[in-house]
């Protein structure tokens, strides 16, 4: 099984290798506007000879100035990089988080399980009434109370309703299922981001630049970033909520740590949490009501077979 020190460690010597080759993918094309004229910002690559006969290679994103009539303004792919990790890094929670997430999601799930057992029972009572209406409408039929026009229009708005009803019920079970691991994976970003970032290739950021922000505008030489509603929100409570959140913060992924937070909140569920534990229960609380409204997904950074 491959840990998480190395999987960054395989990362950063495959980005070595990809520039010694003069390769190079652009993590953010795709991603970010011009603050000036609304354009595409593109990757460019500058080969600059040197008076000693040596080169250097600048990366930097700039205007692709499809309209002919903006200034361009440019901004080396390295201080990109560094602005969004300064972003993760004002996101970023203890290692015990995710332990702790993971044990709010399981009551939360409880929970759900418990509700929708009692709203499939209603489901089920509202499509046996429909289908009694449906049953009832060929026996007015049989009586002469309707005609074959009336009962087939009558019968296929019945049958619809019961289609969608039938719909709505696997719909809203596939929306909360997805909504957990969203959760989850919330959990395990802001606590990894930041070393999954600088330490991934682009496709890796590229996949967290995109999940974070909702818009990247290049401005004077810097890049505007409005974080997506979920992170939005997550830094907002994180700042009103000041130095209660800053505590491990940065600390270095040991998942034995993680384990012994999950054991010890196992046989303190019942107990009320202290101040720490209530600063993350009100960061998964806010990533769940963010998440309903916005119908985002997160998607799963973990590496294949990490540990």
């Given at each position: 099984m491959v840990s998480l020190s190395e999987f960054h460690q395989v990362q950063k010597h495959l980005k070595q290798q990809?520039?010694?080759?003069?390769?190079?993918?652009?993590?953010?094309?795709?991603?970010?506007?011009?603050?000036?004229?609304g354009?595409?910002?593109?990757?460019?690559?500058?080969?600059?000879?040197?008076?000693?006969?040596?080169?250097?290679?600048?990366?930097?994103?700039?205007?692709?100035?499809?309209?002919?009539?903006?200034?361009?303004?440019?901004?080396?792919?390295?201080?990109?990089?560094?602005?969004?990790?300064?972003v993760l890094e004002t996101l970023?929670?203890?290692?015990?988080?995710?332990?702790?997430?993971?044990?709010?999601?399981?009551?939360?799930?409880?929970?759900?399980m418990q509700n929708r057992e009692a709203v499939k029972q209603k489901q089920a009572e509202a499509i046996q009434g429909l289908e009694r209406k449906r049953d009832k409408l060929l026996e007015?039929?049989?009586?002469?109370?309707?005609?074959?026009a009336e009962y087939r229009e009558e019968k296929e708005?019945?049958?619809?309703?019961?289609?969608?009803?039938?719909?709505?019920?696997?719909q809203s079970h596939e929306d909360t299922d997805a909504?957990?691991?969203s959760i989850e994976n919330a959990a395990v970003l802001l606590h990894y981001g930041q070393a999954f970032f600088e330490g991934g290739n682009a496709a890796m950021q590229h996949l967290i630049a995109k999940t974070l922000g909702a818009t990247f505008v290049l401005t004077d030489r810097s890049l505007a970033i409005e974080l997506s509603p979920v992170f939005g929100r997550i830094a907002q409570l994180?700042?009103?909520?000041?130095?209660d959140m800053q505590k491990s913060i940065g600390a270095e992924p040991v998942p034995e740590r993680e384990n012994e937070a999950e054991n010890s909140f196992q046989s303190q569920q019942n107990a009320p949490l202290d101040g720490e534990r209530l600063v993350w229960w009100n960061i998964l609380d806010t990533t769940r009501t963010a998440l309903r409204s916005s119908r985002l997904a997160i998607p799963n950074f973990m590496p294949n077979n990490a540990s």
């Open positions: 990809n520039r010694k080759q003069g390769k190079h993918d652009f993590a953010f094309n795709g991603l970010i506007r011009c603050g000036h004229c354009g595409a910002v593109c990757g460019e690559k500058k080969t600059v000879k040197l008076s000693d006969g040596r080169t250097n290679v600048h990366f930097y994103y700039s205007c692709a100035n499809s309209k002919k009539t903006c200034v361009r303004k440019v901004v080396n792919e390295a201080t990109i990089e560094r602005q969004i990790s300064q970023a929670v203890p290692v015990e988080f995710i332990a702790f997430a993971k044990q709010v999601i399981a009551h939360w799930k409880d929970e759900e007015m039929k049989l009586n002469d109370l309707l005609s074959d708005k019945v049958q619809a309703e019961i289609v969608v009803m039938r719909m709505s019920q696997q909504l957990w691991e994180k700042s009103e909520l000041g130095a």
